[in-house]
Nanobody
Framework: QVQLIESGGGLVQAGGSLRLSCAAS????????MGWFRQAPGKEREFVAY????????DYADSVKGRFIISRDNAQNMVYLQMSGLKPEDTAVYYC??????????????????WGRGTQVTVSS
């Protein structure tokens, strides 16, 4: 089992920045992909970004490319999402997720095995 705890959410004005953190504990073995997803009120959960174990492979949703950066520190069992140029449409609960396996379906939430409880990000206009 892997436990994930997100932090760093909050209220920010449009154009501002936030850094989300995800602390992993438990069976944190090598090979896990880590992802960030978000869910806005009344909307389905959507993919934001993922990163491979080595950090060498990353991908982002088109809506956040150029504004968000995903990173990880395996020594500290941490994953980060640096968000800049925030827009009101980025308002959502952000979730950290983990999975093993290959590169297939990394943008699909249902392919992830472990989830945190989420952290609220609110961007005011």
């Amino acid at each position: 089992q892997v436990q994930l705890i997100e932090s760093g959410g909050g209220l920010v004005q449009a154009g501002g920045s936030l850094r989300l953190s995800c602390a992993a504990s438990g069976r944190t073995s090598s090979g896990y992909f880590m992802g960030w997803f978000r869910q806005a009120p009344g909307k389905e959960r959507e993919f934001v970004a993922y990163i491979s174990w080595s950090g060498g492979v990353k991908d982002y949703a088109d809506s956040v490319k150029g504004r968000f950066i995903i990173s990880r520190d395996n020594a500290q069992n941490m994953v980060y999402l640096q968000m800049s140029g925030l827009k009101p449409e980025d308002t959502a609960v952000y979730y950290c997720a983990a999975r093993g396996g290959g590169y297939s379906g990394l943008g699909v939430g249902s392919s992830y095995d472990y989830w945190g409880r989420g952290t609220q990000v609110t961007v005011s206009s």
